[in-house]
């Protein structure tokens, strides 16, 4: 028993481990979140599938083994001290129990033994009578007892764990385990079409027990399922094919789902019925023992048209269009490409709440809000901060860029412009792997509401020929009427600030790198000025340079204008906000890792349905098993045992008889000696004191 509870103890641990984690998740995900060497570590102790490793089967095996046997040592006798009502008793045993009574009763032994037994009848007791010879004549023993079922609640309980691990084993991974052992099957590590992988990695629809995935894509039929396994994965063939009609998604108001369905045909493959069924959350599918499951959703392969946008060479825009899960090779500049359509989202709900403004609003302007700050953290079921403001932000794609090499980048880049801050942009994310969150470039949009007037501006910085147009534009404007040697020294300065800015001065090689790719933007600016400005001078310095580089860029915004054939922008709030953006995004973007982005356009939506489906023989078990500990814990806890004895001797001198009386209870409480008092007054019909 105390091998079993060492178990018990040692799979209730594993199981919480089991909850916490994550189970069956991407590797990139575990390496991310615990580093690599933890992440091996964790592996090793099989950590990511604790539920199917072979340590905690053999637990539950070993558990069952043990609780079995100990079910079997011990019923027998239970069961047989459940029938017994122990009526041979002797009498100075009694006198020995601390709930005892004595008494002498007018009436026969016999009449007082049969009127003791029907009042204990009458009180839902069963009751024996036992007569017995004495030296002064015939005595009689009552025996009685109620609540003797409690101990088959040990029965019970011991036996519902028995239960509940069996099918808990039975539901495993034990039968695709034995399958793969002894019947050749093995574990496909490669990847390609499903109707290409080998036999020796498909599992028969007969197997009776699996929990697997599977997506259908709107209009398409499938009926293999995908069971993950460690290193790989095995396809479960259903005994019928799943038809997708149609996909359902309703939302919220702030575009958060609020509902999941599919219409599904179901293609039985024995009879060929056709069987129209609908899926939904919490309310799954059934068919030929099989449990079909809505379990998420996906992209099934949407069309996405895209906009190429080169970014700083002014190149012409190109459209490009694609499948989900496609590919197309670029050529540009002697460089080959291959663009990856990897993701299609139609609906992206962001929580606001999370920008700087609104985590300096909430705060009460001022940092850290001690008040706020505890109410964050409360559980009250209405928060007075601390609130999600959810958004949707419109539709999103997702692509990657793949170098000859092989080396690739993920990209995520919105449709529709996002205001943040007080400022719309359009909001560009880029990866370098999947185990890192996307970092955006913010770019402003333009009096179009589009990306095109930044894209001009970039453009233009990156023409030696434009900056210097802007130069001269922007001294002949500043310094109409001064002297010529201070226009002079205006000119060379906005000069420097925009070849700085736009990464392409003389002097840039010479300027401290701090481990950065590209030295343009305001780090080329700052990097100047900390090798040419003492330090006590660059505040100073910092605030003119950086006047003179926003001047000499608003002209340079105004000669792209020019050039593409468009009216001045209007000096006002809206295009003063636009250009102070603009210079932070500038700035950035010469950080952006690849020469063009792509912009989504128009597309064409393609749902699919990602079910789970699962054979569980060991379900109805389970829940059997559940019942029998529910009806064990009830009978242990709440039913008690009780036992009363009244032995019955003459007197000898023919007076009457000599009554002792003792109870017994399996629990030490109160109600006992209410019990025993009640019972002492109606069975001995007088209350004596009971000896305690």
């Known amino acids: 028993m105390r091998f079993a509870i060492a178990l018990l103890t040692i799979i209730s641990i594993a199981s919480v481990i089991g909850t916490v984690i994550l189970q069956n998740e991407d590797i990139n995900s575990y390496i991310n979140q615990f580093g690599p060497f933890w ?23 070993f558990l069952v083994l043990s609780t079995t046997l100990c079910v079997l040592r011990t019923s027998p006798k239970m069961l047989a001290d ?3 009502f122990k009526e041979n008793i002797r009498e100075q045993s009694l006198k020995a129990f601390p709930l005892r009574a004595q008494a002498v009763l007018a009436e026969g032994s016999e009449a007082a033994a049969q009127r003791i037994g029907q009042t204990l009848l009458a009180s839902g007791w069963k009751v024996r009578l036992q007569s017995r010879e004495t030296p002064t004549g015939k005595g009689w023993m009552v025996a009685a007892k109620a609540g003797a079922w409690n101990k088959l609640g040990y029965i019970l309980t011991h036996s519902a764990i028995v239960v509940i691990c069996a099918g808990a084993l039975l539901d495993g991974r034990l039968m695709v385990q034995m399958q793969t052992l002894f019947l050749g099957k093995t574990v496909f590590e490669g990847g390609g079409l499903i109707s290409e992988v080998p036999d020796e990695h498909r599992l028969s629809d007969w197997n009776p027990s699996f929990r ?18 460690p290193g790989g994965v095995l396809l479960q063939e259903l005994p019928f094919r799943i038809e997708l009609l149609d996909f359902i998604v309703e939302y919220h108001a702030n575009g958060q789902p609020k509902l999941f369905a599919s219409e ?19 309310h799954p599918a059934y068919h030929r023992g099989v449990t079909i499951f809505q379990a998420s959703y996906d992209d099934g392969g949407s069309l996405v048209r895209l906009r190429g946008l080169a970014m700083g060479d002014g190149a012409a825009p190109f459209d490009i269009s694609g499948r989900i899960g496609q590919s197309t090779t670029l050529t540009r500049g002697g460089e ?32 850290f809000n001690l008040g706020n700050e505890i109410q964050r953290r409360l559980g009250s079921a209405h928060r007075t901060v601390g609130e999600f403001d959810l958004r949707n932000v419109g539709p999103s794609v997702t692509y990657k860029l793949r170098d000859a090499a092989g080396q690739a980048r993920e990209f995520h880049n919105f449709m529709l412009p996002v205001e943040l801050d007080g400022q719309r942009v359009f909001v560009l994310g880029v990866r370098e792997t999947q185990a890192e969150d996307f970092r955006y470039l913010r770019i402003p949009v333009d009096d179009q509401d589009q990306v095109d007037g930044f894209l001009r501006l970039r453009a233009a910085l990156a023409d030696p020929a ?45 300027l401290p790198q701090r481990d950065m790719p590209v030295l343009a933007g305001l780090q080329a600016v700052s990097a100047f000025m900390e090798v040419n400005v003492p330090e006590a001078e660059r505040e100073r310095a910092g605030d003119v340079l950086l006047r003179i580089l926003n001047g000499g860029l608003f002209e340079l915004y105004q000669l792209s204008r020019e050039q593409a054939g468009l009216a001045p922008a209007p000096r006002n709030e809206r295009t003063a906000a636009f250009m102070t953006q603009s210079v932070l995004s500038l700035s950035d973007s010469f950080f952006y890792p690849a020469p063009l982005t792509f912009m989504m356009s128009d597309f064409e939506q393609v749902e699919a349905s990602v079910f789970q ?13 559940c019942l029998l500990l529910t009806l064990g814990m009830i009978a242990m806890l709440y039913v008690r045992e009780r036992r009363v004895w009244v032995w019955l001797a003459p007197k000898p001198d023919g007076d009457g008889v000599d009554a002792t009386m003792a109870m017994s209870s399996n629990r030490k409480i109160s109600d006992n000696d209410r019990d025993f008092v009640l019972l002492r007054q109606h069975l001995l019909l007088q209350p004596p004191k009971a000896n305690a």
């Open 264 to 282: 599904i045909l179901i293609h039985d493959l024995y009879t060929g019925e056709v069987i129209p069924k609908r899926v939904m959350v919490n």
């Open 336 to 367: 080959t490409f291959t663009l990856e359509f990897t993701d299609f989202n139609l609906y992206n709900v962001e929580n606001f709440t999370n920008t700087p403004g609104a985590m300096a609003a909430q705060a009460g302007g001022g940092g």
């Open 212 to 229: 697997g995935s599977i997506l259908v894509t709107e209009g398409a039929v499938t009926g293999t399922a995908i069971l993950p396994q």
């Open 613 to 625: 489906v699962a054979r569980a023989p060991g379900r109805n078990i389970v829940y059997f098993g």
């Open 39 to 61: 992440y091996r570590v964790f592996e090793v102790m099989g950590l990511y599938t604790v539920f199917s490793a072979w340590w905690f089967a053999l637990m539950l095996a």
């Open 82 to 84: 459940i029938r017994q």
């Open 466 to 510: 434009m900056r210097s147009e802007a130069v001269r534009r922007y001294v002949a404007e500043a310094a109409a009427g001064q002297r010529p040697e201070l226009q002079q020294a205006l000119t060379m300065s906005a000069q420097r600030a925009l070849d700085l800015f736009a990464g392409q001065d003389p002097e840039i090689a010479n």
